[in-house]
Nanobody
Framework: QVQLVESGGGLVQAGDSLRLSCAAS????????LGWFRQAPGKEREFVQA????????FYAASMKDRFTASRDNAKNTVYLQMNSLKPEDTAVYYC????????????WGQGTQVTVSS
């Protein structure tokens, strides 16, 4: 059974940093790309970043490249999203997702973790 479990969300102030975690299980991770998405109230879900588990290559949304960094810990089967200089507009539910390397769509999704940035 595939499970993606996010953690690390919370309420922070503008300018603060936060690190989200996504623990993955039930996947042969070296054949997957793990991604981060977010959805703000009343808005569509948007791509944040993704990381290829086997190579460590990362893919960024241009608007968030300078402040957000994805990484992985092979020993813990966990991917992280380090978010710096947070802004109120970063407030959203952040989701972890997984797709096979050769697939276009992310098939597996976590339950999401809320990030709220106050001004």
């Amino acid at each position: 059974q595939v499970q993606l479990v996010e953690s690390g969300g919370g309420l922070v102030q503008a300018g603060d940093s936060l690190r989200l975690s996504c623990a993955a299980s039930g996947l042969t991770l070296n054949t997957y790309v793990l991604g981060w998405f977010r959805q703000a109230p009343g808005k569509e879900r948007e791509f944040v970043q993704a990381i290829s588990w086997s190579s460590g290559s990362t893919f960024y949304a241009a608007s968030m490249k300078d402040r957000f960094t994805a990484s992985r810990d092979n020993a813990k089967n966990t991917v992280y999203l380090q978010m710096n200089s947070l802004k109120p507009e970063d407030t959203a539910v952040y989701y972890c997702a997984a797709r096979r390397v050769l697939d276009k769509e992310f098939r597996y999704w976590g339950q999401g973790t809320q990030v709220t940035v106050s001004s």
